[in-house]
């Protein structure tokens, strides 16, 4: 396996660090990940066997949130904000993705 070595800002490194602590992965393990992505011949996402799952799951969240919603805003809005926090968390949002 050849080894490369590359320079990135503070920040950048930071943001890198949260998405491979999300995904569960060394920070080696995820940027080898983006990387087999941008080399990927097909252009294809990495992860694509995921997709269908997460656009399920946006759909099933999107109609329960507009339903409680409805017949709760209070519930609703401390609902997001909890699902904000372990979202924050897990590095899938950073600290400037307050709303």
């Known amino acids: 396996m050849t080894k490369l070595n590359i320079r990135v800002d ?3 490194h930071e943001r890198l660090g949260r ?3 999300g995904a569960n992965l060394s920070l080696s393990a995820f ?3 983006v990387l087999e ?5 097909g252009r294809r996402y990495v992860f694509s066997s995921q997709d269908e799952i997460l656009a399920t799951c946006i759909q099933i ?3 329960l949130a507009t339903s409680v ?3 709760s805003p209070e519930t ?3 609902g997001m ?3 904000q926090d372990l979202l924050r968390e897990r590095g899938l949002l950073g600290p400037e993705d307050r709303s």
Request: charged share 35%; aromatic share 0%.
């Open 19 to 21: 998405r491979a602590h």
């Open 81 to 83: 904000a909890e699902a």
């Open 10 to 12: 503070d920040a950048l």
């Open 31 to 33: 940027i080898r990940s």
């Open 37 to 41: 992505q941008a080399a990927d011949p």
């Open 61 to 63: 969240l999107t109609i």
């Open 69 to 71: 919603g409805r017949r």
């Open 76 to 78: 609703l809005e401390k």
